[in-house]
Structures are given as C-alpha cells and as structure tokens.
Antibody, heavy 117, light 109 residues
Framework: QVQLVQSGAEVKKPGASVKVSCKAS????????ISWVRQAPGQGLEWVAW????????RYAQKLQGRVTVTTDTSTSTAYMELRSLGSDDTAVYYC??????????WGQGTLVTVSS | QTVVTQEPSLAVSPGGTVTLTCACS?????????PIWFQQKPGQTPRALIY???NRHSWTPARFSGSLLGGKAALTLSGVQPEDEAEYYC?????????FGGGTKLTVL
C-alpha cells in the first residue's frame, strides 16, 4: 500500500534552517511528484512546493520562493524540504503528499516544526 | 497574489444537503484549474475527496460530489452524516502552482 513516512518533530531557533524528509513506499517513486503543504497552529492549509522525482522539476509558492528548496533522492525514494531563515511564523505542521497529473491523494503523517528562541 | 475564497462556515442538519463553494480572485473557476477538495477533522491529516473538479477517489463516499457552479468550484454533500462535520478545503492550480482556499467549517447540527 502507498505510504509516505515523514521525519520527526523539530525545534529550531529563529534564523536557522530545517530539513524535513518524506520516505515513499508502495509505488513507483519516479512516476509521481510530491507536494509539500504546511499548516500553522489553528490555521488553514498552505501549499509550499512541488517536485517531480522523474526529472527534478520544481514549483514553489511565491511567498516562500528563495527560502525553500525541495529535492528528491531516487535511490531511497525520499523527498526533502528545506526551509531557511526560519521565523516564528514558520511554526507549523509540514506535510508531504503524492501529487501527479493534478491529483493529490496520499499524505504523510506530518512533521511539527517549532521555531522558538 | 491569487486569492481563493470559501465560505468560512456552514451548518446543515443530518440527512440534509449542503453545497460548499470555491471562488478565485482572477475570475471564474474552470476545469483548467483542476479543483481538488479535501476534508480535515481535528487532529487528523487532510483526506483527499475529489480531484479534477468531479472525480472521486476510491475511498470517497458517493454522497460527496464535485462540480462547477456559477463560476465557482463546488462540493455538494447529499444525505449528510454526523461524521461529515469537519473543515473542508479546496485547492486550485494556476499554471503548476497550487493555491488553497481558506477552508469551510461544516457543522452538522
């Protein structure tokens, strides 16, 4: 069955960087893309970025462009999201989700990133 | 900056029908925005319900249907169940970039 398993919670200081992983199983990783979505406490969903494992093509939300980078490692079927220059408003649960051909179906369990001094 | 707008909250009685809508600031929503709908219950991961305007996933109950209505994407719940009480989010694609709506809190009274 399709599974996306994310790395554990992180606590970071303002100005630091965080890298969240998302390990895929149960499907052909290179045939699909991965979207990253975040949700601040008590807030709605916000799309962050997308990458295709096929050729590494990426798309980013304008608001975060320049601070976020998404990558994949096809040898381990793992996607990564790195966010730099963290501020308190980056505190959120970060999700990965399988995304290809305008279909988003399976989601990871989420990773809580807390930014606090 | 594209803004996607949903009703902040709606209420429906069990067994009733309710329609949630999703509008975009750039004009009418068309199938070319590939509307997606998600359901999220408190403390849970979002669950995909509808993709490409009106297609259900294999796990989506038949009482959920998607459409285009009056220039908006729409999610209709027919024969609402108590377990349908949740937050519902729409998602639209703008040339490869996704934008979420603010979500609709659906209360089943």
């Amino acid at each position: 069955q399709v599974q996306l398993v994310q790395s554990g919670a992180e606590v970071k200081k303002p100005g630091a960087s965080v890298k969240v992983s998302c390990k895929a199983s149960g499907y052909s990783f290179t045939n699909y893309g991965i979207s990253w979505v975040r949700q601040a406490p008590g807030q709605g969903l916000e799309w962050v970025a997308w990458i295709t494992a096929y050729n590494g093509d990426t798309r980013y939300a304008q608001k975060l462009q320049g601070r976020v980078t998404v990558t994949t490692d096809t040898s381990t079927s793992t996607a990564y999201m790195e966010l730099r220059s963290l501020g308190s408003d980056d505190t959120a649960v970060y999700y990965c989700a399988r995304d290809w051909n305008y279909v988003i179906d399976y989601w990871g369990q989420g990773t809580l990133v807390t930014v606090s001094s | 900056q594209t803004v996607v707008t949903q009703e902040p909250s709606l209420a429906v009685s069990p067994g009733g029908t309710v329609t949630l809508t999703c509008a975009c600031s750039t004009g009418a929503v068309t199938s070319g925005y590939y509307p997606i709908w998600f359901q999220q219950k408190p403390g849970q991961t979002p669950r995909a319900l509808i993709y490409s305007t009106s297609n259900r996933h294999s796990w989506t109950p038949a009482r959920f249907s998607g459409s285009l209505l009056g220039g908006k994407a729409a999610l209709t719940l027919s024969g609402v169940q108590p377990e349908d009480e949740a937050e519902y989010y729409c998602l639209l694609n703008y040339g490869g970039v996704w934008v979420f709506g603010g979500g609709t809190k659906l209360t089943v009274l």
